[in-house]
Protein backbone atom coordinates (compact mmCIF):
# COMPACT_ATOMS: atom_id res chain seq x y z
CA UNK A 1 0.00 0.00 0.00
CA UNK A 2 1.43 2.93 -0.86
CA UNK A 3 -0.40 6.63 -0.44
CA UNK A 4 1.41 10.39 -1.68
CA UNK A 5 -0.30 13.35 -0.69
CA UNK A 6 0.13 16.83 -2.78
CA UNK A 7 -1.43 20.04 -2.79
CA UNK A 8 -0.67 21.43 0.57
CA UNK A 9 1.12 24.94 0.96
CA UNK A 10 0.72 28.26 2.50
CA UNK A 11 -2.48 30.21 1.98
CA UNK A 12 -4.41 33.31 3.66
CA UNK A 13 -7.71 33.11 5.61
CA UNK A 14 -10.40 32.92 3.33
CA UNK A 15 -8.98 31.22 0.82
CA UNK A 16 -8.70 27.65 -0.38
CA UNK A 17 -7.11 24.55 -1.75
CA UNK A 18 -6.91 20.87 -2.64
CA UNK A 19 -5.00 18.01 -1.59
CA UNK A 20 -4.67 14.85 -3.40
CA UNK A 21 -3.70 11.05 -2.39
CA UNK A 22 -2.41 9.10 -5.09
CA UNK A 23 -3.15 5.64 -3.95
CA UNK A 24 -1.99 2.24 -5.48
CA UNK A 25 -1.11 -1.32 -4.34
CA UNK A 26 -4.56 -2.33 -3.24
CA UNK A 27 -8.40 -2.10 -4.12
CA UNK A 28 -9.19 1.60 -4.39
CA UNK A 29 -12.48 0.84 -5.39
CA UNK A 30 -13.13 -1.03 -1.96
CA UNK A 31 -11.23 0.68 0.31
CA UNK A 32 -12.26 3.18 2.66
CA UNK A 33 -10.57 6.56 2.35
CA UNK A 34 -10.06 9.39 4.74
CA UNK A 35 -8.18 12.62 5.73
CA UNK A 36 -6.97 13.29 8.30
CA UNK A 37 -4.86 16.49 10.53
CA UNK A 38 -2.79 16.69 13.03
CA UNK A 39 -1.67 20.49 14.51
CA UNK A 40 1.42 20.69 16.48
CA UNK A 41 0.78 19.60 20.39
CA UNK A 42 -2.14 18.36 19.39
CA UNK A 43 -3.69 14.65 18.66
CA UNK A 44 -4.62 13.32 15.55
CA UNK A 45 -7.94 14.00 14.03
CA UNK A 46 -10.67 13.14 11.70
CA UNK A 47 -11.22 15.53 9.53
CA UNK A 48 -13.34 13.53 6.70
CA UNK A 49 -14.13 10.00 5.37
CA UNK A 50 -15.88 7.72 3.30
CA UNK A 51 -18.35 5.91 5.49
CA UNK A 52 -18.30 3.26 3.07
CA UNK A 53 -15.96 2.80 0.17
CA UNK A 54 -19.41 3.01 -2.45
CA UNK A 55 -20.14 6.70 -0.71
CA UNK A 56 -21.43 8.15 2.42
CA UNK A 57 -19.18 10.51 3.92
CA UNK A 58 -19.18 11.74 7.21
CA UNK A 59 -17.35 15.44 8.24
CA UNK A 60 -16.09 16.32 11.77
CA UNK A 61 -17.94 19.38 12.69
CA UNK A 62 -15.21 21.61 12.57
CA UNK A 63 -14.85 21.64 8.48
CA UNK A 64 -18.39 21.04 8.16
CA UNK A 65 -19.84 23.17 5.23
CA UNK A 66 -16.33 24.07 4.17
CA UNK A 67 -14.31 21.10 3.38
CA UNK A 68 -15.41 18.35 0.51
CA UNK A 69 -14.01 14.68 0.41
CA UNK A 70 -14.35 13.04 -3.18
CA UNK A 71 -12.61 10.46 -4.95
CA UNK A 72 -11.76 9.12 -9.14
CA UNK A 73 -11.62 5.31 -8.96
CA UNK A 74 -10.13 5.63 -12.46
CA UNK A 75 -7.09 7.51 -11.07
CA UNK A 76 -7.35 6.04 -7.62
CA UNK A 77 -7.22 9.68 -5.86
CA UNK A 78 -8.92 10.73 -3.35
CA UNK A 79 -9.55 14.92 -2.90
CA UNK A 80 -9.95 16.97 -0.37
CA UNK A 81 -10.77 20.48 -1.28
CA UNK A 82 -11.07 23.12 1.11
CA UNK A 83 -12.30 26.26 1.21
CA UNK A 84 -12.94 29.43 3.99
CA UNK A 85 -9.60 28.13 5.42
CA UNK A 86 -8.93 29.00 8.89
CA UNK A 87 -6.21 29.87 10.69
CA UNK A 88 -7.22 26.74 13.38
CA UNK A 89 -7.17 24.60 10.09
CA UNK A 90 -3.46 24.81 10.05
CA UNK A 91 -1.95 21.48 10.69
CA UNK A 92 -0.01 18.81 8.83
CA UNK A 93 -2.54 16.38 6.69
CA UNK A 94 -2.67 13.02 6.22
CA UNK A 95 -3.84 10.44 3.99
CA UNK A 96 -5.63 7.20 5.26
CA UNK A 97 -6.67 3.70 3.53
CA UNK A 98 -8.39 0.63 5.39
CA UNK A 99 -9.90 -2.35 4.31
CA UNK A 100 -12.83 -1.73 7.18
CA UNK A 101 -13.63 1.35 9.41
CA UNK A 102 -11.96 -1.46 12.12
CA UNK A 103 -8.22 -2.33 10.44
CA UNK A 104 -5.51 -0.74 11.05
CA UNK A 105 -5.05 2.27 9.16
CA UNK A 106 -2.07 2.90 6.50
CA UNK A 107 -0.89 6.39 6.37
CA UNK A 108 0.77 8.71 3.10
CA UNK A 109 3.77 10.94 4.59
CA UNK A 110 1.24 14.10 4.86
CA UNK A 111 1.45 17.37 3.52
CA UNK A 112 1.73 20.52 5.35
CA UNK A 113 -1.42 23.66 5.05
CA UNK A 114 -0.32 26.52 6.92
CA UNK A 115 -3.12 29.44 6.91
CA UNK A 116 -2.25 32.30 7.86
CA UNK A 117 -2.13 36.06 6.84
Known amino acids: VQLVESGGGLVQPGGSLKLSCAASGFTFSSWIMSWYRQAPGKERELVARFIKPGGGTYYADSVKGRFTISRDSAKNTVYLQMNSLKPEDTALYYC???????????WGQGTQVTVSS
Open 96 to 106: SARRTLVSSHY
